[in-house]
């Protein structure tokens, strides 16, 4: 029996003041130890689902329902000075630009060990430079001492995106909000950066929710994954079903629009439109991926059907109806 670390249900963000709903009422878990990836198109709602998670979206802004369950733990009922005990803590969050994230006038060290002090404030200096260098060894950057003294903009996108991840690690968080951290790198440097999160995942025993666009990247990390389209959510399952077999004419399309080596010369498959803007999304009654679906059927336009197997969630009229028998 699997145990969850984190359940969302019903989230749903909106622009105060405005009925233009950002995330459109969606639900999922991230299981203990498990790697869930949410993946889709830019503009589908994944980082800002994270945002929501880490509590750094302004009340002043947007309206938050539903509810981010962290251990019994409800984030969206949470005043700031409460979130800041748990952000970093028992929730972490790494980002996909290293170089705009850390401050470029502060050395590696300062900026490391002042996450460190915030959580454990009574920390002696010795102690602080060793568990520095400890957390610098743990995301394997050579020669750590010496990399203290650095600022920035003398490492790599590699190594300061592995700083960002040890600094993430300093709260011993039980899950890590990963926010398209491969983005920004080369591909090897990508395989590098994905095989330590693996090995970080494995020896700390912690949760990881991955967010990318990238099916090849996300093969190689996650459990699960959930598909995103336009604020809602589509469909959920294991990886490698997901991968083999989609059932949303969207979740097909994206693992279609994956460059081959075997398509040399081909022109690359693409889906066709763009994902509905704030308003248009908002307004429409049924399925969000109608105008650009071609296997889409009339019913399509005015509701979606939830199919539940035992092993994927699926938010697709077509496949239940290809379903028969299963409740839906």
């Known amino acids: ?118 959580n454990n404030p009574n920390i002696s200096r010795k102690q602080l430079t060793q568990e520095a260098i400890r957390f610098l060894e743990m995301v394997q950057i050579p020669n750590p001492k010496m990399r203290l003294k650095q600022y920035p903009f003398e490492m790599s996108g590699g190594m300061r995106q592995r700083i960002l991840i040890a600094m993430a690690l300093v709260g011993d968080p039980k899950i890590l909000i990963a926010d398209e951290p491969t983005t920004a790198l080369d591909v090897t440097v990508q395989a590098d950066i994905i095989k330590l999160l693996i090995h970080l995942q494995n020896k700390l025993n912690m949760s990881i929710l991955f967010i990318s666009h990238d099916l090849g990247v996300v093969s190689q990390i996650a459990n699960r994954v959930l598909v995103m389209y336009s604020g809602d959510f589509i469909e959920l399952g294991e990886t490698k079903n997901i991968l083999n077999n989609p059932l949303h004419p969207y979740t097909e399309g994206l693992i279609e629009s994956i460059p081959s080596l075997y398509q040399k010369g081909e022109i690359l498959n693409s889906i066709p439109g763009q994902i509905p803007g704030l308003a248009e999304g908002n307004h429409m009654k049924g399925c969000l991926f109608y105008n650009r679906c071609s296997k889409r059927l009339p019913s399509c336009k005015e509701a979606v059907q939830e199919v539940h197997t035992e092993e994927r969630i699926v938010h697709c009229n077509l496949y239940a109806q290809n379903k028969k028998g299963v409740k839906v």
């Open 1 to 118: 029996m699997y145990k969850n670390i984190l359940e969302v249900k019903n989230l749903e963000v909106s622009v105060n003041q405005s009925e233009l709903k950002i995330v459109k009422g969606i639900s999922f878990n991230v299981r203990e130890g498990e790697v869930l990836a949410i993946v889709g198109e830019s503009g589908s709602g994944k980082s800002v689902t994270a945002k929501v998670l880490m509590g750094l979206l302004s009340r002043d802004t947007y309206n938050i329902d539903g509810s981010v369950q962290l251990e019994n733990k409800d984030l969206t009922k949470m005043n700031e000075a409460t979130y800041r005990k748990v952000r970093g803590n028992d929730i972490a969050m790494i980002f996909q630009e290293p170089m705009t994230s850390l401050n470029p006038v502060l050395t590696i060290g300062s900026q490391l060990k002042e996450a460190i002090t915030r």
